[in-house]
């Protein structure tokens, strides 16, 4: 017999448990004995969670100092007022000064946070060339359409890399001297700044491309820097494990934030006598002062911190958890009165039938 479309059955399923659907199947009957201690064990696993997350992020400590400039918040606003109006700002330098009457537990880590810049903006997050930062010799020629404006240099030459991420590359540096003895001379403090950036995009995102007789110089001979740049990619640092598109910083940068206040690492401090944290002391950071914020709003912080098993300090994980948990035994208790209120009419009337 040969199969038919006008066959009788001939679109039915097939004669099984799984198509005619008559696999078992737990179609479960919730009633407070159950309902009740689920809401119950699930606030009091949430209020604990949230207990734990919340007073370890208190535990962690921080240090920050803003340095944006503002008019008389210290030495930096000198730089600020220098800067105002000027593109590219001019070299300026100033520190920040503190003291520590304890140990700082280690690991320390440094990181600067920008605030009221808006990398999640569409039109800047997509300003970018993957293929061009994926080391491709084509897309270093001829960067995307999605770069424009920083695509092409005025001089015609591809640039590279293309974008205004790239752009906006941030370029202050610090560096940490720390005063042993009171009245004596500073010693620098070893900043690592290896591993900052994330595996995936340092080992992965980010190549650069195929050197040229040896010379990263020569692979991207024809391409022109980004506008706001001072020097070339290939020159973002000595190290050549740690320039061009690989360059650590450069990473950590083009990883844009979802928020407009945001903080990227720039080191850790856990070498040499700082390994177990920064010991007590007077301390001094040189900052270099480049990055431009007034045009936008913005404000330049510099913070120290250690994390705990849970990360960085962030009180809002907590909080959350609380909230939550306490939600969870509110609803419990709410419907438990309202059992106990209506469990004597259901018994009546089933008493009635």
Known sequence: MTW????????????????????????????????????????????GLGLGLFYSSNGIKELEYDYTGNPG?????????????????????????????????????LYYELSNFYQNNRRY????????????????????????????????????PC?????????????????????????????DRTAIA??????????????????????????????????????????PNNTGFINQDFVVWMRTAALPTFRKLYARIRQGNYSAGLPRGAYRVNITYNYPVSAFGGHKLIILSNISWMGGKNPFLGIAYLVVGSLCILMGFVMLVVYIRYQDQDDDDNDDE
């Open 163 to 191: 974008g205004a991420i790239a752009n906006s590359l941030f370029n202050d540096s610090f560096s940490l001297w720390h005063q042993r003895q009171p009245g004596g001379s500073y010693v620098e403090v070893p900043l």
């Open 198 to 239: 994330w595996w995936t995009d340092y080992h992965v995102k980010f190549r650069n491309p195929p050197l040229v007789n040896g010379s990263l110089a020569l692979a991207f001979r024809g391409t022109a820097p980004p506008p706001n740049w001072h020097r070339p990619v290939y020159e973002l640092s000595p190290d």
């Open 125 to 160: 997050g997509v300003s970018r060339d993957d293929a061009q930062l994926s080391g491709l010799a084509s897309a270093l020629r001829h960067p995307a359409n999605e770069c424009a404006p920083y695509q092409y240099s005025a001089t015609g030459l591809p640039i590279a």
């Open 73 to 109: 918040t210290g030495n930096c606003s000198l730089c600020a007022a220098e800067g105002q109006g000027r593109a590219p700002p001019p070299n300026c330098s100033c520190a920040w000064y503190f003291s520590l009457p304890e140990l700082f537990p280690g690991p320390v880590y």
């Open 4 to 47: 038919s479309a006008s066959a009788r059955g001939a679109h039915q399923p097939d004669n099984t448990a799984f198509t005619q659907q008559r696999l078992p199947a737990w179609q479960p009957l919730l009633s407070a004995g159950i309902t009740l201690p689920l809401f119950f064990c699930a606030g009091l696993a949430f209020i």
